[in-house]
């Protein structure tokens, strides 16, 4: 049974910083692109990081510089570091295994006064 659970999300004030966590069981975790997505009310899910199996990186152009996407192979997790966050970080963020197109459930962050 394949299982991606985020957690992590929650209001912060703008400039602060977050720390998203998925976790995944049900598949061989350590061999495979793992992606950080997110998705704000009116516009359409966009991928913000991911990363492949053997560390590679990428992101989208907003966030480089800001955020960095990780993972601990020996826990099956996969983290997003969120530094300097802006109002327009706002949104549900969703965890993905790339290869297989299974999501998590999202986990809401919110970037506000």
């Known amino acids: 049974q394949v299982q991606l659970v985020e957690s992590g999300g929650g209001l912060v004030q703008p400039g602060g910083s977050l720390r998203l966590s998925c976790a995944a069981s049900?598949?061989?975790?350590?061999?495979?692109?793992m992606g950080w997505y997110r998705q704000a009310p009116g516009k359409q899910r966009e991928l913000v990081a991911a990363i492949t199996g053997g560390g590679s990186t990428n992101y989208a152009d907003s966030v480089k510089g800001r955020f960095t996407i990780s993972r601990d192979n020996a826990k099956n997790t996969v983290y997003l570091q969120m530094n300097s966050l802006k109002p327009e970080d706002t949104a549900v963020y969703y965890c993905r295994w790339e290869n297989r197109d299974y999501w998590g459930q999202g986990t809401q962050v919110t970037v506000s006064l």
């Open positions: 049900g598949f061989g975790f350590r061999i495979y692109t």
